[in-house]
């Protein structure tokens, strides 16, 4: 390890999903620590399945231009189903709570759907990040316990910008597009599309990162049997 890093418990609240970067390109050796440091996420039989497509420079703005084009266009390809309608009860209004936050934070009223629209599409962006890894995976069965698995290495390679003073946001709506992302890379059908995950140097001070969502208490989501 060349650069020094934070503890464990600055980790994990240094990370949130940052939503504007610095166009500063982070040095290929930290790239390369940080991914390092994800290879240790744990899986299934430790099947490792995740297969990252780490993605900068004229291809991430290739890869921008030709999702931006599918997003206008209509032509989503989802490999995987994905419903926000499908929310009920809390997680509804926790959904709820962080889009109006990030909204409000970026002055976009509820009802204003063009600005909403406009501000959702810097997704295809990348958040002005210099990079995005694209999160792949190989299909056995109903996919969840490999799906499973990607979340771990995600995880394990966001705390690993954090712990470096970079940072990042996981992105769902990126694997909405999968065909466009597999046309783009050269990726083989065989390989699905998750997330995506953009990053880079945060811009603190920029609109999108002033947001801070919360976390119920651990009662909320943590049942002790003894
Ligand atoms: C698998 C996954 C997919 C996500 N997809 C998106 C996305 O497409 N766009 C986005 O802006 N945020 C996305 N997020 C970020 C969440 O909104 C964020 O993690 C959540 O609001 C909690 O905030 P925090 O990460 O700042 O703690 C995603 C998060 C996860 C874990």
Redesign the pocket.
Known sequence: MTQPTLSFADTVRA?????AFHSTPVADDLIAEALQDAQYAPSNCNTQPWQVHVVSGATRDALSLALHAANREGRPSPDFSWDEGAFTGRYLERHRE?GKL?YENLGVAREDRQRRNEAAAV?FSF?HAPHVALLFMPVFGDSVRVAGDL?MY??TFLLALAARGLGG???????LYADTVREVLIVPQEFKL???ISFGYPDEGAPGNL???G?DPVSANVILHR
Do not use: A, C, I, K
């Not at 990370?15 to 939503?19: A, D, E, V």
């Not at 946001?169 to 694997?175: A, C, E, H, R």
């Open positions: 990370r949130r999903s940052f939503r962080h990030y997704n958040f979340g995600g995880q946001v996981p992105q769902t709506v990126l694997g998750l997330f995506g947001q801070r969502v976390r």
